[in-house]
């Protein structure tokens, strides 16, 4: 592919997980790749994330309330509604964690897919408490993931 620096777009579904997103959105800011943007689509929740949402002062990030609840797959679709042309979705889900350089990662594996791919699929690793790798797979520098 010829882009040199993809551009990311981070779709965050949630729903009354304010606790949850407020880890997965750290995850987020601390990524060491800087061509990205978030959009979080709030599915009605009642917990405070609406008020935690719209204190949120980041260029980056853009946010789309829904008035009433829809389930995962409307919030999830607003968020892919908000994909400009060119850029590439990742979509997480409010208890997502990434390391901090997955999103250099990904955009890396992007550069050397060819034009034509319009889908790509990572797969996970799954740690305990105590940082124990317990399944999915781990990403080994060096190796094309």
């Keep these: 592919m010829d882009t040199p620096n993809p551009n990311l777009v981070v779709c965050i579904t949630t729903f ?25 689509v709030n599915d009605a929740s009642s917990d405070g994330t609406k008020e935690y949402l719209d204190a949120l002062d980041d260029p980056r990030v853009t946010v789309v309330h829904h ?6 797959q409307a919030a999830r679709n607003s968020g892919m509604k908000q994909v400009r042309e060119g850029e590439w979705a990742i979509l997480f889900d409010d208890d997502d964690i990434f390391t901090p350089n997955a999103f250099t990662k990904i955009a890396r594996a992007i550069t050397e897919v060819p034009p034509d791919t319009s889908v790509i699929q990572f797969n996970t690793q ?5 940082e124990e790798f317990v399944g999915g797979y781990q990403f080994k520098d060096g190796e094309k993931e």
Aim: no cysteine; charged share 30%; hydrophobic share 30%.
């Design 67 to 72: 008035e009433k609840n829809r389930g995962y």
């Design 126 to 130: 799954f740690r305990t408490q105590t």
């Design 16 to 40: 009354n997980r304010r606790y949850l997103l407020e880890r997965t959105l750290k995850s987020v800011f601390l990524q060491t790749y800087p061509h990205y943007r978030v959009v979080i």
